[in-house]
C-alpha cells in the first residue's frame, strides 16, 4: 500500500524558511517521479514543483521558482521541499504526490501539511 | 502562463449524467487527468490519460479529450459524488504542470 507521510509545516514569519518532508513506503521510491501540490485555504489546487526518479529533472511554478528548491534522498526514501523567502500568499496546504506511470502526474497523496506565513 | 479552464459549477440530480469539461490549448498533445476532492480530504485520481480508469475508482466515471477540450463524464451520478473536480496536465513546452480552477458538482 503506497503511503506518502508529510511533515514539517507551522507558522512562520514573512520571509523565513522552513523544510517540509515527506516520507514514502509501499513503492520503489528511486524510480518514481515526485510532486508538491498546495492548496490555499478554500481554494483550488496548484501544482508546485516535481523531481524526477534520479533527480536529474526539476520542475518548478513561476510562483515559487528562486524560492523554493525540491530535493530527494532515496536512501531515505525521502522527499524534501526547502521553502525560502516565504510570503503570506504561501499558506497553504502542501501535499505530497507520488508520479504514475513514471511521470509527474499525481497518482497517489498524502494527507498534507499546514504551512503558515504571517506575522 | 498556462492554463486550464473550468466551468465553477456543474450541478444534476442522483441519476442524471454529469459533464465537467475542461480546456487548454495544449490539450490536443497532452493528456488530461482528472482529481475528486471531497471536503477535508485529499484529492483521489479518478481518471489518467484522458480515458483510462484506476483500480477501484467506479465505471460510471469516464474520460474523453477531442481538440483543446477534455471531459470528464459522471454516468449516473450519485449525492456520494458530491465533490470538487479538478483537471490537470503540462503546456506544450512540458516544462509547466497546471490545474483547472476546479469545479464544484452538486448532486440533489
Known amino acids: 500500500e503506497v503511503q506518502l507521510l508529510e511533515s514539517g509545516g507551522g507558522l512562520v514569519q514573512p520571509g523565513g524558511s522552513l523544510r517540509l518532508s515527506c516520507a514514502a513506503s509501499?513503492?520503489?521510491?528511486?524510480?518514481?517521479?515526485m510532486s508538491w501540490v498546495r492548496q490555499a485555504p478554500g481554494r483550488g489546487l496548484e501544482w508546485v514543483s516535481g523531481?524526477?526518479?534520479?533527480?536529474?529533472?526539476?520542475f518548478y511554478a513561476d510562483s515559487v521558482k528562486g524560492r523554493f528548491t525540491i530535493s530527494r534522498d532515496n536512501s531515505k526514501n525521502t522527499l524534501y521541499l526547502q521553502m525560502n523567502s516565504l510570503r503570506a500568499e504561501d499558506t497553504a496546504v502542501y501535499y505530497c504526490?507520488?508520479?504514475?506511470?513514471?511521470?509527474?502526474?499525481?497518482?497517489?497523496w498524502g494527507q498534507g501539511t499546514l504551512v503558515s506565513v504571517s506575522s | 502562463s498556462y492554463e486550464l479552464t473550468q466551468p465553477p459549477s456543474v450541478s444534476v440530480s442522483p441519476g442524471q449524467t454529469a459533464r465537467i469539461t475542461c480546456s487548454g490549448d495544449?490539450?490536443?498533445?497532452?493528456?488530461a487527468y482528472w482529481y475528486q476532492q471531497k471536503s477535508g480530504q485529499a484529492p483521489v485520481l479518478v481518471i489518467y490519460e484522458d480515458s483510462t480508469r484506476p483500480s477501484g475508482i467506479p465505471e460510471r466515471f469516464s474520460g474523453s479529450s477531442s481538440g483543446t477540450m477534455a471531459t470528464l463524464t459522471i454516468s449516473g451520478a450519485q449525492v456520494e459524488d458530491e465533490a470538487d473536480y479538478y483537471c490537470?496536465?503540462?503546456?506544450?513546452?512540458?516544462?509547466?504542470?497546471?490545474f483547472g480552477g476546479g469545479t464544484k458538482l452538486t448532486v440533489l
Open positions: 495544449a490539450l490536443p498533445k497532452k493528456y
Open positions: 523531481v524526477s526518479g534520479g533527480e536529474t529533472t526539476t
Open positions: 504526490a507520488k508520479g504514475g506511470g513514471g511521470n509527474f502526474y499525481p497518482s497517489y
Open positions: 490537470f496536465s503540462g503546456d506544450s513546452s512540458g516544462n509547466h504542470r497546471v
Open positions: 509501499g513503492f520503489t521510491f528511486s524510480t518514481s517521479a
